[in-house]
């Protein structure tokens, strides 16, 4: 069963290539597409859209305000943010206004793709560029919030495995750097959403950008 995504960008040759990227896939079906906000909630009651590829810089609606009125609409509808903005307020917005994935311009075939599947998967994608703005901006903040603010702390192994699933490691590869085993490190996450309170991993990257956590380590 393929994929349904509609593509919102005030460039139409971005649309475009976009298209080139996914028309060829039978995994992927685009639905729509349009130049701003509007166009893209309208899009949402015509269509069956499983996910959008969303522009922040648009006219009259941009793509934060756009996702927030998608989520509260249709909360099922995945939002990847596909913009040439690397900057952490961006980000931030973005996933706050309820968007899975953040993507630049500049990936390739392969990583849409990889970012669809990911969001499709009920995960967060952070492109590498962008997910090393995110570390970089809680390596730098010097205000003490930490796992101590958690109803229940977190444990050591809780922080490290934290950490690495901030950083995009899959459990496999948790495991490894870890020395322990899958079985191990699922129960470590499931923990950690008990802990936390989010549901997946979306909500704990969130989580973790929302109560700058790591940010003295």
Do not use: W
Not at 138 to 146: F, G, Q, S
Not at 181 to 201: P, Q
Request: hydrophobic share 35%.
């Amino acid at each position: 069963m393929s994929t349904n995504i509609l593509i919102i960008d005030d460039h139409k040759i971005v649309r475009d290539g976009i298209k080139l990227y996914l028309d060829n896939d039978s995994y992927y079906s685009v639905v729509g597409e349009g130049e701003n906000g509007i166009e893209a909630l309208e899009l949402l009651t015509q269509t069956k859209a499983d996910l959008m590829l969303v522009d922040i810089n648009m006219d009259g609606m941009d793509g934060i305000e756009t996702t927030q009125r998608i989520i509260e609409q249709k909360p099922d509808t995945k939002v990847i943010a596909l913009t040439m903005h690397n900057d952490y307020q961006h980000i931030k917005a973005m996933m706050d206004a309820g968007a899975s994935g953040y993507l630049l311009k500049n990936c390739d075939e392969a990583e849409l793709k990889n970012a669809i599947e990911s969001v499709m998967s009920d995960d967060i994608y952070y492109s590498k560029e962008v997910a090393q703005t995110v570390m970089n901006n809680l390596a730098r903040k010097k205000t003490k919030t930490t796992s101590d603010s958690l109803p229940t702390p977190l444990t050591t192994r809780e922080k490290e495995v934290y950490r690495l699933i901030m950083e995009e490691h899959s459990n496999q590869e948790i495991a490894d750097k870890l020395f322990i085993s899958i079985r191990t490190v699922e129960v470590h996450k499931r923990n950690l959403l008990e802990k936390t309170g989010a549901k997946n991993t979306t909500g704990l990257v969130l989580y973790a950008v929302k109560k700058a956590l790591f940010q003295n380590d």
